[in-house]
């Protein structure tokens, strides 16, 4: 699918692609929606086979991204940025400060941070040469650990949803993913009493979490197949499809990775008449959003974002309430949830106000 087909497809704004041949840097940055303000997305560095993945994960991202901020009532639209490269050669001061300085190029229209082998010492070196980069170490910090948060709030509402009691001790939880987001769910559900299969593409991660929780491991392709009660997917995207869906042998899907569903509308039901329970991704993982959003109304508050975060386990009861009303499946439900609010907000801003405020 060329470039103009997506856009057509997924309504973007614009898709840019960037390079820098001093540094190596190579990247492509979708923005998505600014209807409701700039558009908001992390950057994530991956070493993709080809452009076409990239340009794939970079349009569903951004999109996604719009809909996580309507769906976590922040008042920003949808973006991304991939870059394509080597997390363990690439990375350096000045290819960090010549992202940054592109990043200043876009003037406020799209603001970032972590995301994928990103961390918050990358962001002070791109911040050296740009205003419009979130999760600072010296304001809110790496995202990881609040998005770790507010996706295991999100597992219990789902487990309350499923089995009427949000507790997830002695549940067989499979964690796919053991990045920085994922180990730290691990923790929460290891803190809790739950039982824990995990895998990861790379194996240090993998007996970390083994040592340190008791965990048993498996190959990453048999994580489909383990009899567990809860799969969570907490790495790339697409993992479910017509291929490993029918390999489930679980009764909840609740993770914190972004576009779980390689199609919402068949793969979703795919899931729903097997019935099994499915956390919608950019609901459950919206916390990392919430988190760097708190930072355009400084002084930043810890307490008072994390208790906005556990708003999360409230808003999935809601989206689970009205897939059951209207016989949907919870993605699309909670598109419409996304979708309403951008409704809203877009009649709002037809009365155009001079100077009013964006966020």
Not at 42 to 60: I, S
Not at 196 to 203: A, G, N, Q, S, Y
Request: with cysteine; charged share 25%; hydrophobic share 40%.
């Amino acid at each position: 699918m060329g470039v103009f087909d997506y856009m057509e497809k997924y309504g973007h704004e614009q898709i840019i692609f960037f390079h820098d041949k001093s540094t190596g840097l190579k990247g492509i940055t979708a923005i998505h929606d600014t209807t409701v303000g700039p558009a908001i997305g992390g950057t994530r560095l991956w070493n993709y086979e080809n452009e076409e993945d990239a340009l794939f994960d970079v349009v569903r991202l951004s999109r996604g991204m719009t809909y996580k901020c309507a769906a976590a009532e922040c008042n920003c639209g949808g973006g991304k940025s991939v870059l394509l490269g080597d997390p363990k050669t690439v990375k350096s001061e000045a290819y960090f400060r010549a992202y940054g300085r592109y990043i200043q190029s876009l003037n406020g229209r799209f603001y970032t941070g972590e995301d994928m082998n990103i961390n918050e010492h990358d962001c002070d070196y791109m911040v050296m040469e740009s205003d419009y980069i979130n999760g600072l170490a010296n304001v809110s910090g790496n995202p990881s650990p609040v998005t770790a948060y507010g996706a295991y709030w999100g597992v219990k509402a789902t487990a309350f949803e499923k089995w009427g009691n949000n507790s997830l001790k002695d549940r067989v939880i499979a964690v796919q993913g053991l990045g920085a987001v994922g180990y730290t769910m691990c923790e929460h559900f290891h803190k809790e009493g739950a039982k824990l299969i995990v895998t990861d593409i790379v194996k240090e991660r993998v007996q970390k979490a083994v040592k340190a929780f008791g965990a048993k491991a498996v190959g990453i392709n048999e994580i489909y197949s383990v009899e567990c009660d809860i799969f969570a997917p907490c790495s790339i995207g697409a993992v479910l499809n017509d291929d490993t869906i029918p390999q489930l042998k679980c009764e909840v899907v609740a993770g914190c990775a972004n576009n779980v569903l390689l199609d919402e509308n068949k793969n979703g039901d795919m899931l729903m008449n097997r019935g099994i329970l499915y956390a919608p991704d950019f609901v459950i993982n919206g916390a990392g959003l919430i988190n760097v959003y708190q930072e355009f109304f400084p002084p930043y508050n810890r307490e008072a974002t994390l208790r906005e975060v556990e708003k999360i386990y409230d808003r999935l009861l809601r989206i689970y309430a009205y897939a059951k009303e209207h016989k949907i499946n919870t993605q699309l439900a909670a598109n419409k949830f996304a979708e309403e609010r951008m409704a809203l907000l877009k009649d709002i801003h037809a009365n155009y106000i001079p100077n009013a405020k964006s966020l």
